[in-house]
């Protein structure tokens, strides 16, 4: 899985949503890069480390 890249928020402490790029690598594989729905047919081990990375990343507790 790629690493998140750098990135800036430019929303305020209200914000509600947030979309990502997934950072995928391998176009034949479509898990590939960071993924955080469940409902994608995903391993339940990568979407959790998918979420894990993107809390760290932004600072917020993992819910």
Known sequence: MTPLPHITLNAGPNAT???TLRGATNPTDPYDGINCCHYTGDTPQHIQTSRTLLA???????Q
């Open 17 to 19: 949503a947030l979309s």
């Open 56 to 62: 760290r990343h932004l600072r917020i507790p993992l």
